[in-house]
């Protein structure tokens, strides 16, 4: 059932994205393009986008959106719930023994120790998104647009709302001119299939 299989996604995802927004989305990612196959790699990539240029937490935007665009309002509901439900029962529950815990040398260790995975999980979704790019863009282009935003994001400190928001005009307004990659040379086998044809 799909209102079933929209709440177990997000229950994952939301269960187990220790540290907060950023580090769901590869969870996401995981259940909504290669475990359900509900959306496509560029389209997980769109929904970021857009998500990250709007006010609130990241998971719970895509959460809403995901799940409309799946089963619907239910759907919407549904992955909302189960988005947020769990994470705020566990904080509650967690609240009451985190000040006597919280300096114990073995939850230090254990938050010290799932950190390195959130970081590989997150290195591992930037790199399918440069190769993604890479692949529409073209390698030059990429390359250049991802150091503008490394220059804007890390540097100048500008928001990353601004950030993408400017990207998403300046592919609209340009995208057609400076955006489209360069279409592959045809290969001596294209030419004799064209030929045959």
């Known amino acids: 059932m799909i209102y079933l299989d929209v709440f177990v996604a997000f229950f994952r995802s939301g269960i187990l994205g220790y540290g907060g927004g950023p580090s769901t989305i590869p969870l996401v990612h995981k259940e909504v393009v290669q475990t359900y196959r509900w959306l496509t790699d560029d389209e ?3 929904t970021l986008a857009v998500a990250n240029t709007l006010p609130g937490p990241i998971a719970t935007k895509m959460a809403g959106y995901i799940g409309y665009r799946i089963a619907g309002i ?3 509901l549904i992955a909302l719930a189960a988005t947020v439900i769990p994470t705020v029962l566990i904080m509650v529950i967690l609240f009451f023994f985190l000040k006597n815990i919280k300096t114990l040398p073995r939850i230090e260790n254990m938050i010290n120790a799932v950190t390195p995975v959130i ?3 997150m290195a591992q979704l930037t790199y399918d998104f440069l190769k993604k790019s890479r692949q529409s863009l073209g390698f030059w282009k990429a390359a250049f647009l991802a150091l ?8 100048l400190g500008v928001h990353p709302a601004i950030v993408i928001a400017a990207f998403l005009v300046f592919g609209l307004m340009f995208g057609e001119k400076v ?8 290969t001596i086998g294209d030419r004799e299939e064209r030929k045959t044809e």
């Open 119 to 121: 970081a590989v999980m």
């Open 148 to 155: 503008i935003s490394l220059l804007f994001l890390q540097w």
């Open 74 to 76: 239910l759907g919407m």
């Open 179 to 186: 955006l489209r990659a360069k279409p592959p040379r045809a």
């Open 44 to 46: 997980f990539g769109e």
